[in-house]
């Protein structure tokens, strides 16, 4: 039996086994759904298979075994694949090893089918591992694409973020530059303390996720004090900046342990912030905090159109957003580059917690953050 008309023939079998592996060798795939997980790669073995037997020159041979073939006249299921798996939070490594498991898999499942490796299966072998490589460079290229054009909306939402708050500034100096009646203005004070305020935690948050990407991490240090008193005082902040916007706490009156006060103050700054402006005015915010013996659960739950299945992968990326239709324009935060869910995320994570997230129409958005009683005193960084 000829490889392509294997391939052909037994697509079902391959992806099973490619599925396997993902799912244990892939940490995006762990939480894929089977249809996530096959996007496109029927078409693409399919796809292998009738290249194998058109005929093709030896230079087209060779161009296709470099990844150096011409570009294709439609857009191919390969490069479709390769964006998609960027937007769910596989890097580069985790694509190729994708193409690297698909190959393995159609090669050792035919193998075991025929007798006698000849000259013949020899060939049938150097023709699907040129389509292999070909399919590798359309995904890898329109991955690459796609995190370019990634990179550019970052800036060009930077400078957007920037420019506002800058303006206001502006503004605010001129005034400020005229006193009546030996008063100062009191309005003028307040928009450019709160505009400051607003292109530092944009500075601060940039300044984070370049440490994180330097492989630094996150510093926290946790010392004894109330996390109950610290959530009380985040929800007090988050209400006062939203003033027409409901929020509900349900925290238990004390809970001492060790924590980064500043850092932890971000987390649910973050949460809550992210919970207002994506959750639906018609519904309140709820912060809940709850000990027990192992630890304290933090929750902040809103109501509203739930993340999309896809987005549940990369939510906690960075410079990833997830628009939503709910929040009112004047209600979205100063700050909106994506980093604010990254960041909360590496905060828990050098507390030794965890953050989760689940969604649904019926029960809402809820953000679950997991802190350990007692973790590490002493300094430590929370690695990326």
Sequence with gaps: MRLSEFITNNVELILVEWETFARTMIPPAETMSVAELRDHAHEILITIADEMDSSQSEDEREAKSKGLAGPRIQRTSAAVHGTLRQRVGFDLTQLSAEYRALRASVLRLWMARIGTVDSTVLEEVIRFNEGIDQSLADAMRAYSEHMANSRDTFLAVLGHDLRSPLGALSSCVHLLGHVVDGKPNERALRIARQSITSISEMITDLLEYTRT????????????????????????????????????????PAVTMNFDAPRMRQVLSNLLNNAVQHGDPAFPVMLAASPDEQGVTLVVRNRGTPIPPDAMQVIFNPLVQVASKESEPHERPATSLGLGLFIAREIVKGHEGTVTVTSSAKEGTSFVVRLPIAPRESACLAEP
């Design 213 to 252: 990407r330097l492989g630094r991490g996150i510093e926290v240090t946790p010392k004894r004090g109330d996390l109950s008193a610290l959530c009380r005082e985040a929800f007090d902040q988050v209400c006062a900046a939203y003033p027409l916007r409901k929020l509900e706490a349900d925290i238990a």
